[in-house]
């Protein structure tokens, strides 16, 4: 039976806490690539914290309907680039690193704070404070994770291609206009099952367990 009270509560927990990772993915892939010399991100807007510099439309929807949703890319001209292939493996991987390491903080967070301590009184913002604290891990871990599979256009391809050979690369990088089907087929099939979710409960039960 669906209970329209349960799930504006559990959006009010969600879609904050996922604008926010997208957030700082999508500016940790700015930043980077403005500090290696391309400005096209700042010149976009793009160095900010608010959100709204980095919603897709879509991406937002899917957030709200299905649990997982996207950004819009951070716009990046490797012709800025002293090393192009090494300088986008540094700035594809920085949108995953910093969901991980934002992952570990609030892992510490929840850990840290004496949630107790507040009293019955404050129950009805302690709640659900820690709820959102909690589910921010898991939704950093998400996006780190499934960023961290090879499949073009996801950042871990961007890094794979700067590693390969290049004719390798250009090989591998024409898989880019069928990335999404791929990653579609694989995960509405089942294939990823044994790999995804098990991956994304073990590094958020490890992030949970480093901090005691």
Not at 46 to 58: E, G, K, Q, V, W
Not at 69 to 96: E, I, Q, T
Request: one cysteine or more.
């Amino acid at each position: 039976m669906f209970d329209l009270s349960a799930t504006i509560q559990d959006l009010a927990i969600r879609l904050p806490v996922f604008l926010l990772a997208l957030t700082i993915h999508e500016l940790a892939h700015g930043w980077s690539a403005d500090r290696l010399g391309d400005p096209t991100a700042r010149m976009h807007g793009r160095l900010t914290f608010n959100p709204a510099a980095h919603l897709d439309i879509i991406g937002t929807i899917a957030i709200v309907l299905i649990g997982f949703g996207w950004a819009k890319p951070v716009p990046v001209d490797a012709r800025y680039f002293r090393r192009p292939r090494r300088d986008m493996v540094l700035v594809s991987a920085a949108g995953p690193i910093s969901n991980l390491v934002l992952a570990a903080m609030m892992a510490f967070l929840y850990r840290s704070v004496p949630w107790g301590s507040f009293g019955m009184e404050a129950a009805w913002i302690i709640i659900p404070i820690r709820a959102m604290i909690r589910t921010a891990v898991w939704v950093n871990v998400l996006l780190a994770v499934f960023n961290l599979l090879p499949i073009p256009p996801l950042d871990c391809s961007r890094v794979v291609s700067g590693l390969l050979p290049l004719r390798q690369a250009i090989t591998y990088n024409q898989l880019e206009p069928y990335g999404f089907i791929i990653i579609f087929v694989l995960f509405f099939t089942g294939i990823m099952d044994p790999i995804f979710g098990p991956a994304v409960r073990t590094v958020t039960l490890a992030l949970f367990q480093m901090w005691g």
